[in-house]
């Protein structure tokens, strides 16, 4: 029989089209529902419970973890499909303990969220009609005997014992709902000779002029066979004549790429991607393809000795890098809700704020595709942890096994993405441990069996996974280095910086407690107004109402907010007001911690602040509420994050003016200081020309004393304004700074004006002006949207043009929208 004779249509490839169901086991009706689905938003579609975000819901559904729950899917085998050699389904997303049944037929019994499992289901189909039956266990009572038999509980409760992810069990800023369920649909694929499995292209050998790359694939064949392979990058493509065989092998490609366009991080330069496929013929017929998007880079993090300690930073195409980003953790409480577009919005809000670098923390998930395709194609770098975070875990065979197959199957998963620039073991385990008081409660013996297992995990198995399979991705055992109380903490490594918040230190230890890479700090902030509105009644709101304190999850932030408040801003009687006054705060606050890091590069090469978005509608330390609406803190590090910006600091009765750059090049810049009071009259204002700024650097361009550039006036009645230009005279970049805290400012009592409303093709332009200082201006409207600007200060006599984004109409565009400053938050 001739190769073209026999049957080798490509694979099918396609996710499974079925009728859901779901009920609690083994009562009541089944009921139809939309999957993927977790076991809350099943609840919740079947309209069995109320929302688990609104009012105190969550307290009322803790009963959800201690069942079990059954979904089934009902989907039809097609004559095509059964006549295919091989039907296989993988499964993903499966949250977490849970039997599959095919026809009745037991399939499956999985353990861990973060794996997948592939499933030979050609002997189980039939034709016609076919259920697929999930059974999925408490993931509370499926642990609570082998917690018992640990002998001893593990920092990080019970939680420990699964692998899922551990902010379903709650945090200082999420809910504690801990579900099961179906995250992702199951998959099938059906082939009949030739299947390619993985496929992935390994960088050989770099230089300007050309890149060497190897496209290694697994496959498997059903016959030994002459076979033609074909790479295709664009318009180019590359054919080998090859013998494969019979079985499950691996093989691969070498190819060359001239010239080649590298990957690089927003603001160093384009991300570019390469699109290649690989096709396999045996005869004239094409028996399989496969597709895999590649970014030429390579990365390293370099610990370098020096005066002080030790550096740490990343180099990209053996450049330095200043990372700018922020902690990132699970878009929603329920995975299944997160959609496209949320991942689109999520990402570009990133890209808005000027960041380069977002980290993925170990207490969440390994984020879907979607994520970090969309970080590759925007230069977005990621520091991705493995999925363990403050606690520690047992050590048996058992679980070891299950954590070596999910890093594994992970670093295999992700290893393409030119966005992965550091695999991390864990979050704050290492610190915790040795600094939490943790280990007081074990005996000797207990210790060195707790620290063993942890080595065994994070010392020995995953980076010898990492640097086995992850194509040069550097490891780190633990984020942070060392505990905030080890001097260690600002001379190397990473750090963790709690001690503004936790510690209650003004934020002017920001300027003193300088590490060589910020990879957490932050600040807590309420949300939107109309987000706390959202779950809750009128009644509720106020700061220590029981509903507003079931969505504030650290046990005294609330204290804290209000006492760094009192510190800086006059306490407002109103709750909205303090909610408001709250994002100031947040935003003044960290803009101090912020612009130490980039003020003091390159001793410091990176800031990630915690945390850029949230689960639910919460107090918390994000920037971007679970609404996808911007507080003040996210538009202040727009600015701040911009890639030239100045940066004043006081040094006793001195301004210093500090001008950084993040650009690969030098740039010409012209800095203007100049200074007014509250109504408008100038005071001062002094420019110098033709400063040059180096490339990737921060410097002194600037001093003056406040005497002179107050010309007298008190602080309390004068603004500062540094500008920053390029040499057209375009102001890039503008920084306001008062030279005393708010409370203390003499604001003018003040109503903005919206002089003009007007309807354009992305939504509303919105023309404001004021007579005398707005500070902290924040517009608002009961419409969806996004507004291009906010919680800005408007100086005297100064005109603003802000645009609102928005797909709606507005019947009455002029008295649509309302507007506040600090000065109303005044009696």
Aim: hydrophobic share 35%.
């Amino acid at each position: 029989m001739s190769l073209d004779a026999q049957t080798s249509a490509l694979p099918l490839r396609k996710t499974l089209d079925a009728q859901w169901e779901f009920r609690q086991a083994h009562k009541g009706d089944w009921k139809a529902v939309k999957a993927p689905a977790s076991v809350h938003t099943a609840l919740l579609q079947t309209g069995q419970i109320e929302d688990p975000f609104y009012r105190d819901n969550e307290e009322k559904l803790q009963w959800i973890e201690n069942e079990d729950w059954e979904f089934q899917a009902s989907f039809n085998a097609d004559a095509e499909l059964l006549a295919r050699k091989h039907i296989e389904m993988t499964f993903k997303g499966l949250d977490t303990y849970v039997q599959v049944y095919l026809n009745d037929s037991l399939i499956l019994e999985a353990d861990n969220m973060f794996r997948s499992w592939m499933i030979d289901v050609k002997p189980y189909l039939r034709p016609g009609p076919n259920v697929l039956h999930y059974y999925f266990e408490s993931p509370t009572k499926k642990v609570e005997t082998a917690w018992k038999e640990l002998g001893y509980e593990l920092p990080g409760g019970i939680r420990t014992m699964s692998r899922k992810a551990q902010f379903h069990y709650g945090w200082d800023w999420g809910p504690k709902l801990v579900g099961c369920g179906i995250l992702k649909l199951p998959e099938i694929t059906a082939w009949d000779d030739f299947l390619i499995e993985q496929l992935v292209v390994v960088t050989q050998s770099l230089t300007p002029e050309k890149a060497r790359l190897v496209a290694r694939f697994q496959y498997r064949s059903e016959q030994s066979s002459p076979t033609t392979l074909i790479l295709r990058d664009g318009k180019r493509k590359s054919i080998e004549e090859r013998k494969l065989y019979a079985g499950t092998h691996q093989d691969s490609i070498i190819f060359d790429i001239d010239d080649p366009k590298l990957w690089w991080c927003n603001g160093m330069g384009e991300p570019h991607l390469y699109d290649f496929a690989i096709e396999a013929k045996r005869g004239t017929r094409l028996v399989e393809r496969h597709d895999v998007r590649v970014g030429i880079r390579t990365i390293e993090l370099v610990q370098e000795p020096d005066a002080e300690g030790k550096s740490f930073y990343f180099k990209l195409n053996g450049k330095p890098v200043f990372a700018k980003g922020a902690n990132y953790i699970p878009q929603d409480m329920f995975q299944d809700r997160v959609s496209p577009e949320k991942y689109r919005r999520t990402i570009n809000d990133a890209l808005a704020g000027n960041m380069n670098m977002l980290r993925v923390w170990g207490g969440g998930i390994y984020e879907d595709d979607l994520f970090y395709q969309l970080c590759d194609a925007h230069g977005i770098m990621v520091w991705q942890d493995f999925m363990y975070a403050c606690a520690m875990y047992p050590g048996s065979g058992s679980f070891l096994k299950n954590a070596a197959r999910e890093a594994l199957e992970q670093i295999d998963r992700l290893r393409q993405h030119p966005c992965i620039v550091l695999w991390c073991g864990n979050n704050e385990n290492n610190e915790a441990w040795h600094n939490w008081g943790w280990q007081m409660q074990f005996s000797e013996a207990q210790r060195a069996q707790i620290w063993r297992d942890y080595k065994t995990l994070f010392v020995e198995l995953l980076p010898n996974y990492v640097a086995n399979n992850a194509l040069g991705v550097p490891y780190w055992e633990s984020s942070p280095s060392f505990g905030r109380a080890n001097p260690k903490s600002n001379k190397e490594g990473d750090s963790h910086y709690w001690g503004v918040w936790h510690d209650e230190e003004p934020f002017e230890a920001f300027n003193k407690k300088v590490p060589r890479f910020m990879s957490e700090f932050g600040f807590q902030s309420f949300p939107e107004w109309r987000t706390i509105e959202s779950f809750t009644l009128p009644a509720d709101r106020e700061l220590e109402s029981k509903v507003m304190l079931a969505h504030q999850k650290h046990p005294r932030g609330n204290a804290l907010i209000a006492e760094y408040m009192k510190r800086d801003y006059r306490l407002p009687k109103s709750f909205a007001d303090f909610v408001y006054v709250s994002q100031l705060l947040q935003a003044e606050g960290m803009r101090t911690g912020l612009e130490a890091h980039r003020r003091n590069k390159p001793y410091c090469m990176g800031t990630l602040y915690w945390q850029l978005n949230d689960v639910w509608p919460v107090a918390s330390w994000s920037g971007i509420d679970s609404y996808g609406r911007w507080k003040a803190l996210h538009y202040h590090v727009r600015d701040i994050f911009a890639p030239v910006a100045a940066l004043p600091i006081a040094d006793g009765d001195v301004l210093n003016v500090f001008i950084t750059s993040d650009l690969p090049e030098s740039t010409v810049v012209d800095v203007q200081v100049r200074a007014f009071d509250f109504n408008g009259k100038s005071l001062s204002d002094v420019e110098t020309k033709g400063l040059t700024v180096s490339p990737d650097s921060s410097k002194l361009v600037w001093k003056g004393t406040f005497r002179t550039i107050l010309h007298k006036e008190k602080a309390e009645n004068a603004v500062i304004e540094c500008l920053v230009k390029d040499t057209t005279g375009k102001v890039i970049n503008r920084r306001l700074y008062y030279h005393t805290p708010p409370r203390k400012l003499n604001l003018p009592v003040v109503k903005v004006r919206i002089d003009k409303v007007e309807q354009v093709n992305e939504g509303y332009l919105l023309y404001f002006s004021t007579p005398k200082l707005a500070k902290n201006v924040l517009i608002g409207t009961q419409a969806e949207g996004f507004f291009s600007d906010n919680y800005f200060d408007l100086l005297p006599n100064e005109r603003k043009t802000v645009l609102f984004r928005t797909e709606t109409l507005l019947d009455d565009p002029k008295n649509a929208f309302t507007t506040r400053s600090l000065s109303d938050t005044y009696e």
